[in-house]
């Protein structure tokens, strides 16, 4: 993510420095959102206890979407809650990163083969750290925080954004409209 | 829609002002949904919407195993841990005929206490949270991390340890076991009157408690409710004395109850049900024979035919199983008795006439987990 | 297909430079603390003692050099400010590590210093936008509003004798518009954001604060009674003997539970209830309008301990050594006793934050008009009685 939303680093040494130097601000504080779903959420209320802290590294929940840097996705995402997701998503201000956080939000977890649940939260939101782990420890979903900050700081991979995972059903659509579930 | 429910205008309310307290909040309760009516401060419509969590554990689990059913029903009161394994466990013993050792029923019986004091802890820090008092959130955690970590060690994962199975528990205790328990007790029995003072003790949280949601004995029976939120509106009933299983015939402890029925009840009796639990495990430290046998004969392909209804006392309420088998390893239907959908039916009662922050208090005190209400 | 890019021919190595729990190092936090605590003072040096100085040196001292004079004061003060908001965010949340068995920020910086400062260029890069329901010029304006009306404290705070930037006499009176007016800035923040939280935030953040401005008045009235005069210069003058918190205990406890209530801090952080209300009035502010209203809280949270030294805690006054009054070292050594005496309450309101839940507005609102306002009364009779009686 450039200084004025470009695509790569400047080429100049005064701008580029000063790309540098926001982007090492972002990385280093970022502000998660607090968007507890399941049982990943227990766990990532748990690293910001006191054994493993991520308030070291300068982050800290805020409540609404407006002030949030990072969306940590923590938990199954049903077809209920996939629209209310990315409109939590679209209220993010830009600069904004995703962390898909657990199995579940990975790819669907253990109840990938439920049918309501989303297959992975990348078919919602654009994702760019995935955390393996039912649930991850407390520490692995430190080390996916540094591995953003590490991301959002280094020269070329900040600027490669991904993108959403297409589906071949609608999943925004109310039950019963999206041709799949019957309406009972 | 169904998501409008709720959102309907009601004729001679104009000044009424209609606020979604949505999914996400910072309640951290999880993905609860409630429509709630607004004039000034009081509340005078509250409609809960669920099934934001809903992840088809009934369905997905008529095509497991009984083995494989075991881990998966572990995620539904996350928070709890093994207590949501031994329902289908006990059901299954009961219809297999499986014989359990006297050492392995202690053995469960000592990890559901320590997993009760663990949620209770989650719950005082959420509550306190809630509340305002950001502080208690973080020395709750700390002595959680302390539970974890000895479950940890014994099963093999902190949360969702897929720990017991059909006939006792998957693995030995580890050789420090009792004496990480006894130092956990002890540390735990020098903060209780810190989290006293904190909690129960602070004018702010009577401020904010007593009186506040008051829960009348007969509504509570007839709402289902179970668990602390019954306990504290005067009905004594509670799963382990009036059903015993596992280990709990052989212990003695009480069962608190209150009169009042009101917030600050709810978080007395939790605070009492913590000391009960640290009198059990001091117990069962005791009695439990340091060697023996932890699992007992169980064959390696289950087939299961009949239907049985098993129910624990989780530490939200009654949490049930029926199970019906029809002679396959797999179950032909499982149904989860959730104990916290139960006692969210209150909502409406309780919300309506309250003011908005008694409403976040009365939610905090009810103790949903978003889990073991939507499965 | 998966459209994510996957670096090709990268080893991507995790730099976890810092990253080791076990060092705290508490004598270098305590150092990096000193430090600016000690750049805080040399900044209210050079804005008091060293412009005037400067000026002087040059020999503007006409009518434009002093406007000029006066107009740089100004500026410094306001970097002043950002200084003291980096400085106090920072240790609300080093504070709240030590009270909450944790460390706050640690890895940024020696003993995490340079956090604030990555935080504050964070928020510069934030997209700022106006949501499509609010009224976007009351939007825009309402950070300002409050963070002026913050900000304008300043003007009337000794910081030694002589140095203050404007010892009008009427500083009260002054001082009490001016708490009014950041009011204005929370209602009209959350009533034009369009967003019902918001709203709800704003309505309840303006009653409280305007319930509290009442004992606030009263209580400045006790202490314009007690000691004469309404400029703040010569309030802490009149304390040489005996510091105002022994005769005006009342007023004193009234003024730190209306200042707690004026800052919206816990136990009265109603409007921005962080769990209940999503923020508050904050709720669709991103960016830099976020960090004005941010940077509002946080100098108020000097400025408030800062006038409860003022008044009842004998401002700068302390052993001088022997040294002149007037002149510089005198000045110099008066201001250190200022800042560490507000230190010392700024300390005790973030402990008052760190441990006490909130109570409920309506609870709020009770106590306000049920019990401080007689109690304020009482206070004021009771001073204009001893000031009578002895002087």
Redesign the interface.
């Known amino acids: 993510m450039g200084?004025l939303g470009s695509d790569e680093r400047p080429r100049d040494i005064i701008l580029g420095t000063l790309d540098d130097?926001?982007n090492?601000?972002?990385s280093?504080?970022m502000w998660p959102?607090?968007?507890?779903?399941?049982?990943c959420?227990?766990?990532m209320?748990?690293t910001?206890?006191?054994?493993v802290?991520a308030?070291?590294?300068?982050m800290?929940?805020?409540?609404?979407?407006?002030?949030a840097?990072v969306m940590i996705v923590s938990?199954?995402v049903?077809k209920?809650?996939a629209k209310?997701l990315r409109r939590?998503y679209d209220q993010m201000?830009?600069?904004k990163w995703v962390i898909s956080m657990g199995a579940c939000a990975n790819q669907g977890g253990?109840?990938r083969?439920?049918?309501?649940?989303v297959e992975g939260v990348?078919k919602i939101v654009?994702?760019d750290v995935y955390i393996p782990g039912?649930?991850p420890?407390p520490e692995a979903l430190l080390?996916a925080l540094?591995?953003l900050r590490?991301k959002i700081s280094d020269r070329?991979?900040r600027y490669?954004r991904?993108?959403?995972?297409?589906t071949d059903y609608d999943v925004f659509a109310?039950?019963g409209e999206d041709g799949r579930i019957p309406v009972l | 829609?169904?998501?409008t429910i709720g959102l309907e205008p009601v004729l001679g309310r104009s000044d009424e002002m209609i606020v979604n307290m949505?999914?996400?909040?910072?309640a951290?309760h999880?993905?609860l949904r409630v429509v709630i009516g607004l004039e000034g401060e009081r509340i005078t419509r509250a409609v809960p919407h669920i099934?934001?969590?809903?992840?088809?554990h009934e369905?997905?689990e008529e095509?497991r195993t009984y083995f494989q059913v075991v881990p998966?029903t572990d995620?539904m009161d996350?928070?709890s841990g093994t207590q949501n394994e031994l329902p289908v466990v006990l059901a299954v013993e009961d219809l297999a005929g499986i014989e359990v050792p006297e050492r392995a029923k202690m053995i469960r019986t000592m990890f559901f206490e320590l997993f009760r004091i663990a949620s209770h802890l989650?719950w005082m820090g959420t509550a306190m949270l809630d509340l305002g008092a950001i502080t208690p959130?973080?020395y709750t955690?700390?002595d959680?991390?302390i539970i974890?970590g000895i479950v940890e060690r014994t099963a093999g994962a902190?949360?969702?340890p897929n720990y017991y199975t059909f006939g006792g528990v998957r693995r030995d205790l580890h050789p420090h076991f009792f004496k990480d328990v006894a130092e956990f007790l002890d540390h735990l029995e020098k903060r209780m009157p810190d989290y006293e003072h904190l909690v129960l003790e602070n004018p702010i949280v009577h401020a904010r408690t007593v009186g506040v949601g008051v829960l009348s004995k007969e509504r509570a029976v007839a709402r289902g409710v179970s668990g602390p939120v019954l306990r504290a509106s005067g009905v004594a009933y509670d799963v382990r004395k009036a059903f015993p299983y596992d280990a709990y015939p052989e212990v003695e402890f009480e069962i608190p109850t209150s009169d009042a029925g009101d917030t600050y009840a709810r978080f007395w009796v939790r605070f009492q049900e913590i000391y009960q639990s640290v009198k059990i495990l001091r117990q069962l430290l005791e009695k439990t024979p340091k060697t023996g046998p932890f699992k007992g004969r169980a064959p390696a392909r289950l087939k299961i035919s009949g239907e049985r209804y098993r129910a624990v006392e989780n530490s939200r309420g009654e949490l049930g199983v029926y199970v019906v088998g029809d002679g396959g390893d797999k179950p032909y239907r499982i149904k989860h008795r959730g104990a916290a959908f139960s006692n969210l039916q209150v909502i409406p009662d309780l919300f309506i006439g309250a003011k908005f922050s008694d409403a976040i208090a009365i939610l905090s005190s009810l103790d949903p987990v978003?889990?073991e209400i939507d499965r | 297909?998966?459209?994510?890019?996957i670096?090709e021919d990268?080893r991507?190595k995790?730099?976890?430079i810092g990253?080791d729990p076990g060092r705290s190092r508490p004598w270098l936090e305590r150092f990096v603390y000193s430090l600016y605590v000690v750049a805080f003072w040399l900044f209210v040096i050079a804005t008091y003692a060293g412009v005037p100085a400067l000026f002087d040196w040059l020999g503007w001292d006409g009518g434009w050099g002093y406007v000029v004079m006066r107009a740089l004061q100004v500026v410094m003060l306001f970097l002043l400010s950002a200084v003291i908001a980096l400085m106090l965010i920072l240790a609300l949340?080093k504070y709240l590590?030590k009270v909450?068995?944790?460390?706050?920020?640690?890895?940024?910086g020696p003993a995490?210093g340079i956090?604030t400062?990555?935080?504050?260029?964070?928020l510069?890069?934030?997209?700022?936008?106006v949501p499509a329901a609010a009224d976007w010029l009351t939007f825009r304006l309402a950070p300002a509003v409050t963070f002026v009306s913050s900000f304008a404290i300043f003007a009337v705070v000794p910081f030694a004798s002589g140095w203050t930037l404007a010892d009008s006499n009427v500083g009260l009176i002054y001082l009490i518009a001016v708490s009014t007016l950041s009011a204005y800035g929370v209602l009209l923040g959350g009533a034009s954001s369009g967003n019902k939280w918001a709203l709800i935030g704003a309505l309840r953040a303006g009653a409280q604060m305007v319930s509290y401005e009442v004992p606030l008045a009263l209580v400045f009235l006790s202490v314009a009674v007690w000691s004469g005069s309404m400029s703040l210069g010569k309030i802490v003058d009149a304390q040489l003997g005996v510091w105002n918190v022994i005769p005006l205990f009342i007023p004193f406890v009234l003024y730190v539970i209306s200042s707690l209530a004026e800052l919206k801090h816990i136990p009265f952080d109603f409007p921005e209830a962080?769990?209940e209300l999503?923020?508050g009035y904050?709720?669709?502010?991103?960016?830099m309008s976020?960090a004005f209203f941010f940077l509002a809280e946080f100098v108020e949270l000097f400025l408030l301990p800062a006038l409860i030294v003022v008044f009842f805690f004998g401002g700068w006054h302390g052993p001088l050594f022997g040294l002149e009054p007037g002149t510089l070292a005198a000045g110099a050594l008066q201001s250190l006793y200022f800042s560490v005496k507000t230190a010392v309450w700024v300390w005790i309101f973030l402990w008052i934050r760190a441990t006490l839940p909130r109570y409920r507005d309506d609870q709020l609102m009770e106590f306000a008009w049920k019990a401080m306002i007689p109690l304020a009364l009482l206070g004021l009779v009771l001073a204009a009685y001893m000031r009578l009686i002895w002087r």
């Open positions: 200084l130097l926001i090492l601000a972002r280093r504080s959102l607090t968007f507890g779903i399941a049982c959420a227990i766990e209320m748990a910001w206890d006191p054994k802290d308030d070291r590294f300068g800290f929940f805020r409540n609404t979407p407006r002030q840097d938990g199954t049903n209920k809650l209310r939590l201000a830009e600069p253990p109840f083969h439920g049918y309501s649940v990348d654009p994702v039912c649930p420890r080390q540094l591995l590490d070329e991979l490669k991904p993108q959403e995972i297409a109310e039950p | 829609m169904s998501s949505g999914p996400q909040h910072p951290t999880g993905v099934g934001y969590l809903h992840r088809n369905k997905i095509s998966f995620r996350y928070v989650v959130f973080l955690f700390w959680r991390e974890l902190r949360m969702l978003f889990g | 297909m998966s459209l994510i890019p670096p990268r991507f995790i730099k976890l990253y949340r590590g909450q068995e944790r460390y706050g920020p640690m890895h940024y995490g956090q400062v990555f935080d504050a260029l964070k510069l890069g934030k997209e700022d936008f962080e769990s999503i923020a904050n709720v669709e502010y991103s960016g976020f």
